[in-house]
């Protein structure tokens, strides 16, 4: 075997791929080869080293989107050399872009009377949330400032089910951040108790809609009302943002009755997934302020690039033009009637598994509703005072036939829960369901032979043993 990767490669035009040097050779982890290879040759070393990951269709874990129409696909892929901070080269971008978040901040109801409604895109709800965030505190920060206030101990509030994000953020902006457990009996936010969190130094609340480790929606309706009463009694006037990562592209098609967006009073801004419910292959995020006056002015840099003033929000600068693209796309090429019905069946779909996972002797759903494409299991505490395995074994398991299904535990004061968790994205047939339903029931049949406990198994006793715990919940 020849490691030497100093040695010039002889590689021409018809060396046969697999019978150059390159491939007896290490691929580089450290330094730059030294010479250079054919486009074939490069190609496929980086395409098989790819190969062996979980097919993006049986990928269950993830909320992100893995199928797009081949138009889409074609749109997108056209558009792979642009970028989007060049708005005087393709000003036509910006302006698809700004029709999105018109389409968006309509979808959700603002009451924002310009033409151009106030938002910003992202490469995801990451940067969405940060600048959700970012809005809240320099607001907060500008009127305690006004008061003659002290501003250097902001805070946030939001239940445990957060999305690492909202750490991220309270990290690398220093605010503090404050969380209400969630538990059986307040399996959301619970809003009286986030109130008890609040004080003068609270820059927002923030409810999810489609929480990422339960799949259920906090109900910001509720949360609006005593957030009303609370704001008259104390006269502060604490805003909420909205994580609607997963939730701000299904509510508005499948539940339009429902309140959780700028229909409330003190919803000031909402933030979503373009990649994830809104169909678009990663990564495209969204914000949208209730109106111009919630986005503070120093979050808008003008700059001067090739030639122009353009007027950017955000906190990347290059991005890709693409997602924006395929967005627009989506909403034309399906409409609200489109949307509504893939949305739809994402839910019949998660509604099937839910009910025949319900079914089985061994499971336990998390919640007897679906609200969103996705839910959560557990082992029924009955069957694992005897099991010898684990919902991480099953997850092993699965894994053999091509599934990825998550399992993992659940935030602080719910951590001795192992859960598991299914996504049924666009893509996710009825057949594909009894496929895995399938794998899923064999795998316990295998599992009920066991004569001694799998490792996991071992381990979560132990886990258990130490929290003084028996196996209640
Ligand atoms: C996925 C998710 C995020 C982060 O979104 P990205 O689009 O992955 O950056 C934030 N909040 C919630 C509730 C999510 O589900």
């Given at each position: 075997?020849?490691?030497?990767?100093?040695?010039?490669?002889?590689?021409?035009?018809?060396?046969?791929?697999?019978?150059?040097e390159e491939m007896l050779t290490p691929a580089p982890t450290e330094f730059i080869p030294?010479?250079?290879?054919?486009?074939?040759?490069?190609?496929?070393?980086?395409?098989?080293?790819?190969?062996?990951?979980?097919?993006?269709?049986?990928?269950?874990?993830?909320?992100?989107?893995?199928?797009?129409?081949?138009?889409?696909?074609?749109?997108?892929?056209?558009?792979?050399?642009?970028?989007?901070?060049?708005?005087?080269?393709?000003?036509?971008?910006?302006?698809?872009?700004?029709?999105?978040?018109?389409?968006?901040?309509?979808?959700?109801?603002?009451?924002?009377?310009?033409?151009?409604?106030?938002?910003?895109?992202?490469?995801?709800?990451?940067?969405?949330?940060?600048?959700?965030?970012?809005?809240?505190?320099?607001?907060?920060?500008?009127?305690?400032?006004?008061?003659?206030?002290?501003?250097?101990?902001?805070?946030?509030?939001?239940?445990?089910?957060?999305?690492?994000?909202?750490?991220?953020?309270?990290?690398?902006?220093?605010?503090?951040?404050?969380?209400?457990?969630?538990?059986?009996?307040?399996?959301?936010?619970?809003?009286?108790?986030?109130?008890?969190?609040?004080?003068?130094?609270?820059?927002?609340?923030?409810?999810?809609?489609?929480?990422?480790?339960?799949?259920?929606?906090?109900?910001?309706?509720?949360?609006?009302?005593?957030?009303?009463?609370?704001?008259?009694?104390?006269?502060?006037?604490?805003?909420?943002?909205?994580?609607?990562?997963?939730?701000?592209?299904?509510?508005?098609?499948?539940?339009?009755?429902?309140?959780?967006?700028?229909?409330?009073?003190?919803?000031?801004?909402?933030?979503?997934?373009?990649?994830?419910?809104?169909?678009?292959?990663?990564?495209?995020?969204?914000?949208?302020?209730?109106?111009?006056?919630?986005?503070?002015?120093?979050?808008?840099?003008?700059?001067?690039?090739?030639?122009?003033?353009?007027?950017?929000?955000?906190?990347?600068?290059?991005?890709?033009?693409?997602?924006?693209?395929?967005?627009?796309?989506?909403?034309?090429?399906?409409?609200?009637?489109?949307?509504?019905?893939?949305?739809?069946?994402?839910?019949?779909?998660?509604?099937?598994?839910?009910?025949?996972?319900?079914?089985?002797?061994?499971?336990?759903?998390?919640?007897?509703?679906?609200?969103?494409?996705?839910?959560?299991?557990?082992?029924?505490?009955?069957?694992?005072?005897?099991?010898?395995?684990?919902?991480?074994?099953?997850?092993?398991?699965?894994?053999?036939?091509?599934?990825?299904?998550?399992?993992?535990?659940?935030?602080?004061?719910?951590?001795?829960?192992?859960?598991?968790?299914?996504?049924?994205?666009?893509?996710?047939?009825?057949?594909?369901?009894?496929?895995?339903?399938?794998?899923?029931?064999?795998?316990?049949?295998?599992?009920?032979?066991?004569?001694?406990?799998?490792?996991?198994?071992?381990?979560?006793?132990?886990?258990?043993?130490?929290?003084?715990?028996?196996?209640?919940?």
């Amino acid at each position: 075997m020849k490691t030497d990767q100093t040695k010039e490669s002889r590689a021409t035009a018809e060396t046969a791929v697999y019978g150059s040097e390159e491939m007896l050779t290490p691929a580089p982890t450290e330094f730059i080869p030294q010479h250079k290879t054919t486009p074939e040759i490069a190609y496929r070393m980086v395409k098989d080293e790819t190969y062996s990951q979980t097919q993006p269709h049986l990928n269950l874990a993830t909320f992100v989107t893995t199928y797009m129409d081949d138009y889409a696909t074609k749109l997108m892929n056209d558009a792979i050399n642009i970028n989007f901070i060049d708005e005087t080269e393709y000003p036509r971008v910006a302006v698809m872009c700004g029709r999105c978040i018109n389409i968006l901040a309509n979808l959700w109801h603002t009451p924002e009377k310009n033409a151009w409604k106030a938002g910003a895109v992202g490469i995801g709800s990451s940067e969405a949330c940060m600048l959700g965030g970012v809005a809240a505190w320099l607001r907060w920060r500008a009127k305690r400032r006004k008061e003659g206030k002290p501003y250097d101990k902001p805070n946030l509030v939001m239940s445990a089910a957060y999305q690492i994000v909202w750490e991220k953020f309270c990290q690398l902006w220093q605010i503090e951040l404050r969380t209400v457990p969630i538990s059986l009996e307040h399996p959301t936010l619970d809003a009286e108790a986030a109130l008890k969190l609040c004080d003068e130094n609270t820059i927002c609340i923030v409810p999810i809609a489609g929480v990422t480790w339960t799949g259920l929606n906090d109900d910001v309706e509720a949360l609006d009302r005593a957030l009303d009463r609370y704001n008259k009694n104390t006269g502060h006037d604490i805003p909420i943002h909205v994580d609607a990562a997963s939730g701000g592209f299904i509510l508005p098609f499948t539940s339009p009755d429902e309140k959780w967006d700028f229909r409330l009073k003190w919803v000031c801004s909402i933030s979503t997934s373009g990649h994830k419910f809104g169909l678009v292959y990663p990564g495209l995020g969204w914000v949208v302020w209730r109106d111009k006056s919630y986005l503070p002015e120093e979050m808008s840099f003008s700059v001067n690039y090739l030639g122009a003033n353009i007027t950017q929000v955000g906190l990347n600068f290059s991005r890709p033009a693409a997602q924006i693209l395929g967005q627009y796309y989506n909403f034309i090429r399906l409409g609200f009637d489109g949307y509504r019905e893939i949305q739809q069946n994402s839910m019949s779909i998660t509604q099937y598994c839910h009910d025949e996972i319900g079914k089985m002797h061994c499971f336990r759903n998390y919640s007897p509703k679906v609200v969103n494409p996705l839910f959560i299991w557990y082992m029924n505490p009955e069957y694992e005072k005897r099991a010898k395995w684990t919902l991480f074994d099953l997850q092993a398991s699965l894994q053999q036939s091509g599934w990825m299904v998550p399992a993992y535990t659940l935030p602080k004061s719910m951590d001795e829960v192992i859960v598991m968790r299914v996504v049924a994205r666009q893509g996710m047939s009825r057949d594909m369901a009894d496929m895995l339903l399938g794998d899923i029931r064999n795998a316990v049949a295998e599992f009920e032979k066991l004569e001694y406990p799998t490792p996991s198994r071992i381990a979560y006793e132990k886990k258990i043993h130490q929290k003084g715990r028996v196996f209640t919940h």
